[in-house]
């Protein structure tokens, strides 16, 4: 699939993107590249690949595992001070160094 500078222009306005008019001719040739990219992958032969709804459930861990690295919000809490509270204090109105 080809772009031209017109297709650029209303995808770059629809992602809320602002592209100078001199970009325009290299990204259409880029976005070109990537859809034929994506064409290709269409024709892959996927017959015998069941499906699968969520990748990350491909490589979780066990339960078991997953249990003991989870922790309760409270103890995800740092006990440092909060940030404020360990900014460089200020003098004369300049900060210390």
């Known amino acids: ?7 650029v222009r209303k995808i ?7 592209v100078a008019e001199d970009q325009l001719d290299g990204l259409a040739g880029e976005l070109s590249n990537i859809l034929g990219w994506v064409e290709q992958l269409g024709e892959v032969d996927t017959d015998g690949v069941a499906p699968l709804a969520s990748p990350a459930r491909a490589w979780a861990m066990p339960r078991s595992v997953s249990a003991a690295l989870i922790r309760p919000p409270s103890a995800r809490r740092s ?19």
Request: net charge positive.
């Open 79 to 97: 006990r440092r001070p909060p940030a404020s509270a360990r900014w460089p204090a200020r003098r004369r109105g300049r900060r210390r160094r």
């Open 1 to 7: 699939m080809s772009l031209d500078r017109t297709d």
């Open 12 to 18: 770059a306005f629809l992602a809320r993107v602002r």
